[in-house]
């Protein structure tokens, strides 16, 4: 049996995860109190259900302490177990708060909306690096279902993904990176009039930066560099490993480099790649 852990900040995307899970024809469970989740996988794998999908989060109190163990335990007797977690900048979990003018669970009448999102990032944060995180800060619902269904497709199995992710300086460094390179140096495709609505997919904002020497040589060097450590990182049984890179709007230069490096690395370990910017417009 598979089964797919979300936890993660209030507001933060959990809800949309889980519904694309539920499409993706997982059985869905919001709000499991973790003393019940061994209980509950365990019963469902007797009753054959191969793909379970499960919310856990800051309303099942005190308990969230005890999920490690449970994740253990599951591991233990052969359940595949994946854990995602979702979490957003506390601007952004202010705004989506005010639009949907919905409560915060752990608001209280003497607590303000900003102190009940502290409090509810403190109280995860010992399970915030149990698995995959990913900084939903400014996303779409649509950029979002579309890099947790890259998440459920990828592989099972054991071994290290390789995800490379590009972004935009000017909307800020994603959270969820482990190693950021920046290309703002290399030559801006937004300055041609042509290439400026294009994106780094594109064949002429490709053909622009290949003519560029010092594109393939900073290029080059990411790619030793990655090269050269992932096998660290391998025997230090991390499961992801993020690399993000970024350019002044993240549309043209890092979009570019991200889907090179994914196609240099697509033979060597599993591989994903995202693009920011692009999944927030």
Partial sequence: MKLVLISGLSGSGKSVALNLLEDS???CVDNLPVVM???LARMLRDE??????VAIDARSGHGIDLLPSK???LKAVGIDVTFLFLFSHEETLLKRYSESRRRHPLATADQTLDEAIRAERTMLEPIAALGHRIDTSGMKASGLREWVRQFIEVEPGRGLTLMFE???????IPLDADLVFDVRCLPN?????DLRPLTGKDQPVIDFLEAAGEVALMRDDIHRFVATWLPSYIRDNRNYLTVAIGC????????YMAEWLARAFGDRVRVLVRHRTLACN
């Fill in 189 to 193: 495709p937004f300055y041609d009039p």
């Fill in 71 to 73: 994740i253990e335990k």
């Fill in 48 to 53: 054959n259900v191969s793909k379970v999908a």
């Fill in 248 to 255: 002044t709007g993240g549309q043209h230069r890092s979009v």
């Fill in 37 to 39: 989740l061994t209980v």
């Fill in 25 to 27: 024809g997982y059985y």
């Fill in 166 to 172: 590009s972004f935009g300086f000017k909307h800020g």
